[in-house]
T-cell receptor, first 112, second 115 residues
Framework: QQQVKQSPQSLIVQKGGISIINCAYE??????FPWYQQFPGKGPALLIA?????SEKKEGRFTISFNKSAKQFSLHIMDSQPGDSATYFC???????????FGEGTQLTVNP | GAVVSQHPSRVICKSGTSVKIECRSL??????MFWYRQFPKQSLMLMAT?????????EQGVEKDKFLINHASLTLSTLTVTSAHPEDSSFYIC???????????FGPGTRLLVL
């Protein structure tokens, strides 16, 4: 019930394309869903986050789509750039600020 | 977002020695700090949660006597790996959360290599 399933494990996209990463969760008590970006040898950096009271949130080229009934959420990266090549982690938590449960991660490669 | 620093960024030590990793909140008071371990090409694994002025809460399977956590102030938490062994070699990352805020901000990580 505490798990967050993330797919795909790896993703290769051409420059300018759309990168889509999906996550699914079981625990309906989760109420905060952030996405983190991690470059090799660095700590994760918060990209964007969403609460279950909205179905979509957009910040620049990054959009989270949230489907409460399906217990799924996804990250869309529009106009993907080589600089977006990194590992992306979805996460979920119960109650504001409690422990995060992370997905397995997706290694994104954007080819020039 | 918040700024979190970690020191050292890399450490190499001999088996049997102890290593201390510092995590500092540079721009706000962190009531709660989290310590994670990450093996190559794997996700982050929560080791423990520490609240300022109280004992840390360890995740199942994490030895509290081996991984000593101290959160003596609102801006500093330390993780000490005691009697380190090669299997403790990993990437250790801290994160912070200020009271009432839902977001966790991560430090840059510390690469530990135990020979």
């Amino acid at each position: 019930q505490q798990q967050v399933k993330q797919s795909p494990q790896s993703l290769i996209v051409q420059k300018g394309g759309i990168s889509i990463i999906n996550c699914a969760y079981e625990n309906t008590a989760f109420d905060y869903f952030p996405w983190y970006q991690q470059f090799p040898g660095k700590g994760p950096a918060l990209l964007i986050a969403i609460r279950p009271d909205v179905s979509e949130k957009k910040e620049g080229r990054f959009t989270i789509s949230f489907n409460k009934s399906a217990k799924q959420f996804s990250l869309h990266i529009m106009d993907s750039q080589p600089g977006d090549s990194a590992t992306y982690f979805c996460a979920a938590s119960m109650m504001s600020g409690s422990r995060l449960t992370f997905g397995e991660g997706t290694q994104l490669t954007v080819n020039p | 977002g918040a700024v979190v620093s970690q020191h050292p960024s890399r450490v190499i030590c001999k088996s049997g020695t102890s290593v201390k990793i510092e995590c500092r909140s540079l721009d706000f008071q962190a009531t709660t700090m989290f310590w994670y371990r990450q093996f190559p090409k794997q996700s982050l694994m929560l080791m423990a949660t520490s609240n300022e002025g109280s004992k840390a809460t360890y995740e199942q399977g994490v030895e509290k006597d081996k991984f000593l956590i101290n959160h003596a102030s609102l801006t500093l938490s330390t993780l000490t790996v005691t009697s380190a062994h090669p299997e403790d070699s990993s990437f250790y990352i801290c994160s912070e959360r200020a009271g009432g805020l839902e977001t966790q901000y991560f430090g840059p990580g510390t690469r530990l290599l135990v020979l």
